[in-house]
């Protein structure tokens, strides 16, 4: 198969369900292994493969975990690869070390693989309650962007480090060493991101 067309035929067809909740913050979400789970057969189909490996590298004074995921078509020739950066925690309650790493390489993967496969992060308009997302909007159409990108990473559990791994994710992707150096579209985009209209 053309390696475009290999590309092509995973990215359209790849469903990855978001199988996990988080109940502190009443939302659900994708892992690491939901898109393997729903990777892994169209793989096998296609008769290709994907490798997904990590490297620590230093970003000023901190650690990240940099994750290269990497599509091979049947003669395990690189069709495409993306990459996916996560910063490991100072601390994580309740957590060794390696639990830190080991957490920051799997979002960096999560991502690496979501880039590699276009896969997307909003909510499904769908299955949420209209009534209080359109109260919500109408408060928030008040409020900056920035003002609600902040208060929803605020607000948001930092389970997994979730929050931590949205701000680094966040900066890298506009080149900035703080979230209020956000413009106003840049703002917007991140809360798309985020699954908030």
């Known amino acids: 198969m053309e390696k475009i067309n290999l590309l092509c035929q995973i990215q359209s067809r790849l469903v990855a369900l978001k199988g996990q909740f988080n109940s502190f913050g009443k939302y659900k979400y994708r892992n690491l292994e939901d898109i393997y789970v729903g990777l892994k057969p169209l793989l096998k189909e296609l008769n290709c493969s994907v490798t997904v490996s990590d490297d620590l590298v230093m970003i000023g004074d901190r650690y990240y975990i940099k994750a290269t995921a990497s599509l091979l078509d049947e003669n395990n020739e690189v069709v495409a690869s993306n990459v996916g950066f996560a910063r490991e925690s100072l601390s994580k309650k309740g957590m060794d070390e390696a639990q830190i790493t080991g957490t920051a390489s799997s979002y960096a993967r999560k991502y690496a693989l979501g880039g590699l496969f276009a896969i997307d992060d909003n909510q499904d308009v769908d299955s949420m309650d209209n009534s209080t997302h359109t109260q919500n909007n109408t408060a928030q159409n008040k409020k900056s962007s920035l003002e609600v990108l902040e208060e929803t990473i605020k607000n948001m559990s930092n389970e ?35 699954g908030i209209k």
Do not use: G, M, P
């Open 160 to 194: 997994d480090n979730l929050r931590d791994n949205w701000i680094v994710h966040f900066k890298d992707k506009y080149k900035v060493d703080t979230l209020t150096k956000l413009n106003d579209v840049q703002s917007k985009d991140c809360l798309a991101e985020l």
